[in-house]
C-alpha cells in the first residue's frame, strides 16, 4: 500500500527535477507526474496554482504497480467468467486502474467512499475480498461486505444516485464536529461522465456546496457513457463545472497513478480540514465495454483505442520502475505470478459458490419481517412445491 504524502519533494531514486510539460496540441490540459513512456515529472500545477507532487519510497512505488496488475488480472477473470456464463453480468474497469488504485490508496482509514458498480480497484485498495461483487453479479447476494467496516458503501447500480447518499453522510460527518483536523473525516463519490448530465449529480454540488460538505466527487471520465461520446455531455471540460457551483475542480491524467493519488490525497485533505467539497475529473479511458452486454464496436473506431493504448496505466509504471532500476526482472515475474495464481483463486471460489434457495430472497426485507411478507413467502413457496415432480 502506498503511503506517500502529496506534499513534499520525492526520496530514495528520483528523477531530475522537471516541471510540469506544456500541453501537446490536441491533448488536454491536465495534472500529470509520469508520462505515457514511463518519464518522472517532479511537480505539477493545477488550475489554481496548487502543486502537486508525491513523496514515495522504493517499496510503496512496487506496492503501486502490485496493485495495478493484481487489480488488472483480478478484473479479466471476471470479464472471463461472464462469457463462460457465471456470472450474469460485468462492468469492466479495463483502463481505469490508475485512477482507482490512485484515488483508492490516497483514501485515509475514516474516509468514506461511495462506488458505483465499477469501482473494484478502490474496493479492493479498502481490503475488500474481491468475491464480494462477484457474488453479486453472480445473483447469489447483494455483495456482501459491511460498508461500516470497510468505510465502503455497496456498489449502486442507478446512474449518479450515490452522489445524494455521499453528499447526505459528509453533511452528517461535518455536523458531527469530525472535520477540522488533521484526524477529521472526509467522503468521496465516485462517478462516471455519463453521470454529470443526471440531476442527482447537479443536486449533490448545489447541497455539498451550500452546506460546505467534506465531500470529494470523482468523476472518471472515460470519454463514454455507454456509446454517447464525451461531446454529447458537456461542451467545456467536466472539471469547470464545478466554479458553477462555487467549487474548486481539477483535471488530473487518470491513467498516471501517482497524479491521481496527489491530487485525491490534496482534495481529501482539504474537505477533511473543512475547506468543503471539490470535483475532480480523472481523464481516462474505458478500453473494454461499458459492460459485458455491450459491443464497442458499434460506435468507436479501433484507432481510438490504439491511440489510448499507448498510455496505458501499467505500461507506463513498469516503464519508471525500470527506468529508475527500483526493480529487476525477477520483480515483474513474481507480480505476474501471484496475479495469475489469486485469479485462479477467485475463479475457484466463484464456481463453489453455492445457489441460494429461491424464497431467500425474503429473509432481509424487514428486519422483524411482517405478516404481509409472510404471507407473500407462503403464496411463492406453494408456488415453487407446485414444480417438483413435474417436467418445468
Known amino acids: 500500500m502506498a503511503k506517500g504524502d502529496p506534499g513534499t519533494a520525492s526520496r530514495g531514486r528520483r528523477a531530475a527535477p522537471r516541471t510540469k510539460r506544456a500541453a501537446v496540441a490536441g491533448e488536454p490540459e491536465l495534472v500529470q507526474l509520469l508520462t505515457p513512456e514511463g518519464e518522472r515529472i517532479e511537480s505539477a500545477l493545477g488550475p489554481d496554482g496548487t502543486e502537486y507532487r508525491v513523496d514515495f519510497t522504493d517499496e510503496e512505488y512496487r506496492g503501486l504497480y502490485r496493485d495495478l496488475v493484481l487489480v488488472r488480472k483480478l478484473d479479466a477473470e471476471a470479464t472471463a467468467l461472464q462469457r463462460q456464463g457465471e456470472l450474469g453480468l460485468w462492468a469492466s474497469l479495463l483502463g481505469q486502474e490508475a485512477a482507482q488504485v490512485g484515488s483508492g490508496r490516497a483514501l485515509r482509514a475514516q474516509d468514506m467512499a461511495f462506488p458505483t458498480y465499477r469501482e473494484h480497484g478502490v474496493l479492493y485498495c479498502r481490503g475488500i475480498d474481491p468475491i464480494m461483487p462477484l457474488g453479486l453479479f453472480r445473483g447469489v447476494d447483494q455483495g456482501g461486505w459491511d460498508p461500516n467496516e470497510f468505510k465502503f458503501n455497496m456498489y449502486t447500480i442507478v446512474i449518479g444516485a450515490q452522489t445524494l447518499h455521499a453528499t447526505g453522510y459528509a453533511m452528517g460527518v461535518a455536523m458531527d464536529g469530525k472535520t477540522g483536523t488533521e484526524d477529521g473525516e472526509a467522503v468521496i ?118 491511440a489510448w493504448q499507448a498510455k496505458d496505466p501499467i505500461a507506463r509504471m513498469k516503464a519508471f520502475l525500470t527506468r529508475q532500476q527500483i526493480v529487476d526482472e525477477s520483480f515483474f515475474a513474481e507480480v505476474d505470478e501471484q496475479a495469475r495464481t489469486e485469479s485462479v483463486h477467485l475463479r475457484e471460489r466463484v464456481l463453489n459458490m453455492p445457489d441460494p434457495q429461491p424464497v431467500s430472497m425474503f429473509d432481509h426485507v424487514y428486519p422483524n419481517g411482517s405478516p404481509e411478507l409472510d404471507e407473500q413467502r407462503a403464496q411463492f413457496s406453494k408456488y415453487m412445491e407446485s414444480f417438483e415432480g413435474s417436467a418445468h
Open 189 to 306: 463519490a465516485y462517478f462516471g461522465d455519463g453521470a454529470t448530465s443526471q440531476g442527482d449529480v447537479n443536486e449533490s454540488f448545489v447541497w455539498a456546496s451550500v452546506f460546505n460538505a467534506p465531500l470529494v466527487f470523482f468523476c472518471q471520465n472515460n470519454q463514454y457513457a455507454i456509446s454517447e461520446p464525451l461531446e454529447r455531455q458537456t461542451r467545456v471540460p467536466l472539471y469547470r463545472r464545478a466554479g458553477g457551483f462555487g467549487f474548486p475542480g481539477v483535471r488530473v491524467d487518470g491513467n498516471d497513478v501517482l497524479a491521481s493519488y496527489a491530487v485525491t490525497r490534496h482534495a481529501l485533505d482539504n474537505a477533511r480540514h473543512g475547506q468543503g467539497p471539490s470535483l475532480i475529473e480523472a481523464y481516462t479511458y474505458r478500453m473494454g465495454a461499458h459492460t459485458t452486454s455491450d459491443d464497442p464496436t458499434r460506435y468507436r473506431i479501433a484507432s481510438e483505442v490504439e
